[in-house]
């Protein structure tokens, strides 16, 4: 059986208020995608949601937002999810994860959540400290994605 690579970056999307759209061009697939040909990419972030090219869906850093270490986590995660469902994908079909985030302490919160949404066998991961991320999220987190 062939199997084919999708790598996952997650968009940088706050809060439950999703809404994916998706545009095509030969051999490429947009999901919440932004033209610099749009005048109206002038006043928004530049760069796409999630872009699948040659089986492959490279996807923006995500954004983990909340009071507490799990609401962030399960905000990010939800975000995570519904990207791979928008390109036809599940949680399982992640192969690697990298997770940012300003303060470490944040990991055990983080890893209550983040077991939960998985079936099967786990992505590799890393788990890094960084500056202050946007907008005070708690985490950023990106990571690829096989389909099983």
């Known amino acids: 059986m062939l199997n084919r690579s999708l790598t996952l970056a997650v968009g940088f999307v706050i809060g439950a208020g999703w809404s994916f759209t998706t545009t095509a ?8 995608g932004r033209s610099a040909a749009n005048p109206a990419a002038a ?10 090219a040659n089986g492959t869906l490279y996807v923006s850093g995500m954004l983990g937002t909340g009071d507490t270490a799990e609401v962030a986590a ?12 928008a390109a036809g994908m599940t949680m399982d079909d992640l192969v690697s994860i990298q997770v940012f985030t300003p303060d470490v302490t944040n990991f055990d919160g983080f890893n209550r ?26 985490f950023e987190v990106m990571g690829t994605a096989v389909k099983r």
Request: no cysteine; aromatic share 12%; charged share 10%.
């Open 25 to 32: 061009q030969p051999g490429r697939q947009y999901i919440n």
């Open 43 to 52: 006043t928004q972030p530049p760069f796409s949601g999630a872009v699948l």
């Open 74 to 85: 399960t905000t990010v995660l939800t975000g995570i999810q519904n990207t791979l469902k």
């Open 113 to 138: 959540v983040y077991r939960t949404f998985f079936k099967q066998e786990y992505p590799a991961r890393a788990f890094l400290g960084s500056g202050p991320l946007l907008n005070g999220a708690r």
